[in-house]
């Protein structure tokens, strides 16, 4: 018996000494994440062009999460679509998200339901739609108002390949 719980200690003690909280010598980088053209987007109100856009995609779930999050910032001329499977409220918010932007909501049809402007950067405050919408638009802060964009105006998208 003795030399079983002389063992027992011998065991504890190695994994005290080899699992015990170790300062790690690794790094972590950040890199930050750069625009990749998946498509153009126009936006119109009746059947005036109002401004076109280069956009990123996200229609999965991990793009879907990660948004716009860990950027600097976006040129002007582009934009993030965001696809949903089905038309349902939304509900956006500003987590890790390190610069200002207008939230555009847009239903099944393709129309403009409601707007979320100049979201504040890291803000975790949720920014809900104010009706269905499949489709989420973010672009920089005033955008929306220096293209006059209101409920009821439509976009028109093509993806690339």
């Known amino acids: ?62 793009e879907t999460q990660t948004g716009l999050m860990y950027r ?26 390190e610069f200002s932007i207008d939230i555009i909501y847009l239903d099944e049809d393709n129309k403009i339901v409601s707007i979320q402007k100049n979201a504040e950067p890291f803000n975790e405050n949720s920014l809900p739609s104010e009706g269905p919408a499949k489709y989420v638009l973010e672009v920089n802060a005033g955008l929306s108002d220096k293209w006059g964009l209101e409920a009821g105006n439509f976009m028109v998208f093509e993806k690339l390949n």
């Open 72 to 97: 600097k910032s976006m040129q002007d001329d582009r934009g993030m679509l965001f696809i949903f499977p089905n038309s349902q409220q939304r509900y956006f918010y500003m987590k890790n998200t």
């Open 1 to 62: 018996m003795k030399k079983f719980l002389a063992c027992i200690i011998l065991v504890s003690g190695f994994l005290l000494i080899t699992c015990g909280d170790k300062k790690s010598d690794k790094k972590v980088i950040k890199q930050e994440v750069s625009f990749t053209k998946e498509g153009t987007l126009s936006l119109f109100k009746k059947d005036s062009l109002l401004v076109k856009l280069d956009i990123e995609i996200a229609d999965n779930e991990y």
